[in-house]
């Protein structure tokens, strides 16, 4: 039958690889960043045509970035399980785990959801006070997260969708999803802010409608395919196996992710307890220096796809040749980002938010963050090339020792002493390199290709 072929969207397995990682990673860039420009447009929105106070508008949204990474971060290193264990399972040209893994992975996706978001519900506002988060911004913020926490279960179900799609190579299915349904985004906050009069609340109805669309499309999708992933109604239940296999791999790469968040909680409150300006400067700010960050994590998600059906197929040299690929054109792409940005960073500011003060904050932001990417590039690329292997939580590990633990301690000791944004804004690059040096020690250790290599001869 058709389905039961091994889909061809990009050959991972044979011929050459420096122009099918970019096939890829860009478009998986593309997704994130249209996703995050469609977010963006909510606090751009609301920081022009709220009938209310703009700043305090922008702020409420901003607040939330954190702990909205925080849940995402976690479930998108999960649902990047699913991706491994599909790619490996395609390279072994084992169909059968194949369709028990995608239709595991799209339960758990649904289920996760609905558990957060009731979890979330119940204690939205204590975690909002434990932010600091000003009191003329407090209720507008609460208002939003939890609008925004009910829609979790279809943006859970799209990340899941998407990450099986990309396991076989096809990443503009998800981006021409997401396009629609952004844009959808873009019309409805419009609507709601302009002619309904609406503020915070409008801008997340619009966000969880958006989010609903593109997860039906890639469902309609995924049922309608010709190839191995495709979903059968009849198929809909979890594999125990594919469950352990996914979570194993995937809890890890999400508790890795969810440090960040968890780590820029802690910054965020230490911002927040700088007013109302700072909070929106560097709102803004996070914004623009995400898209570069997307650009630059597409390739470790490149990565991992790539090792992860080479090692299925048991081709070690070539896993090691998708490493070495993978960090110099993320340099290059990387570099080109961050200068677009760089080069048209205040004028950009300036759609956020008019205040001259807001938009000098943001662009030192910028420029401190931009200055410690290559450190997040060198281990974002090896961690994901661990997870390749199903090697997962020796990174996770590693970042929350180099990122938490220094954050943290950073925030609470360092930022005690000078209560400035210049000194919040310092824990980025020391953080990023010391988490790059011990990532880099792992990959020195585990030299995972290399052993399996020897384990075949």
Avoid at 76 to 93: F, M, S, Y
Avoid at 263 to 269: L, T
Avoid at 331 to 354: D, P
Avoid at 433 to 454: F, H
Wanted: hydrophobic share 55%.
């Amino acid at each position: 039958m058709g389905i039961e072929k091994v889909p061809a969207k990009i050959d991972m397995l044979h011929g050459s690889l420096w122009d099918k990682l970019p096939r890829f990673a860009l478009p998986v860039a593309a997704t994130a960043i249209l996703e995050q420009l469609f977010n963006a447009s909510d606090i751009a929105i609301v920081g022009n045509f709220s009938s209310g106070d703009k700043t305090v508008a922008v702020a409420a949204v901003g607040a939330n970035s954190p702990l909205i990474g925080l849940i995402l971060n976690l479930f998108i290193g999960i649902a990047l399980g699913a991706n491994v264990v599909i790619a490996n399972a395609i390279g072994r040209k084992d169909m059968r785990s194949v369709k028990k893994a995608v239709h595991t992975a799209l339960i758990v996706a649904v289920l996760s959801g609905i558990v957060v978001t009731v979890i979330g519900e119940l204690v939205a506002g204590k975690v909002m006070g434990l932010l600091h988060v000003p009191d003329d911004v407090f209720p507008e913020a609460l208002l939003y997260l939890r609008i925004y926490l009910l829609g979790l279960p279809v943006i859970f179900l799209y990340n899941f969708e998407a990450a099986v799609f990309r396991s076989i190579g096809d990443t503009k299915i998800p981006l021409q999803a997401l396009l629609i349904s952004g844009v959808l985004n873009v019309i409805l906050n419009l609507f709601f802010v302009i002619v309904l009069h609406m503020t915070v609340n409008g801008v997340a109805i619009a966000t969880v409608i958006a989010n609903g669309v593109s997860s039906l499309i890639l469902l309609w999708k995924l049922l309608h395919t010709d190839k191995c992933v495709r979903v059968s109604r009849s198929d809909l239940c979890i594999d125990r196996q594919s469950l352990l296999r996914i979570v194993q791999i995937g809890l890890p790469a999400g508790i890795q992710s969810a440090v960040f968040a968890m780590a820029n909680i802690v910054i965020q409150s230490a911002i927040n307890s700088l007013g109302t300006t700072v909070i929106a400067a560097s709102s803004a700010a996070f914004n623009l220096e995400i898209l570069a960050y997307y650009v630059l994590n597409s390739f470790s998600q490149a990565c991992t796809t790539f090792v992860g059906q080479n090692y299925g197929a048991g081709n070690m040299r070539r896993c090691r040749k998708v490493l070495g690929l993978c960090l110099a054109e993320d340099a290059i792409a990387s570099a080109a980002a961050i200068g677009l940005i760089l080069i048209s960073g205040k004028f950009l500011l300036s759609i956020f938010n008019h205040d001259p003060e807001v938009i000098q904050i943001g662009y030192v932001r910028l420029v401190t963050i931009f200055s410690a990417y290559v450190f997040s590039m060198l281990y974002e690329v090896m961690s994901g090339y661990l997870r390749g292997f199903g090697i997962s939580l020796v990174p996770a590990i590693l970042t929350t020792i180099g990122v938490c633990g220094i954050r943290f301690a950073w925030i609470y000791i360092v930022f005690q002493k000078s209560q400035t944004f210049q000194t919040i804004m310092l824990v980025y690059p020391v953080s990023l390199a010391a988490t790059a040096v011990l990532i880099g020690i792992a990959l020195l250790v585990y030299r995972p290709s290399r052993r399996l290599e020897k384990k075949a001869v």
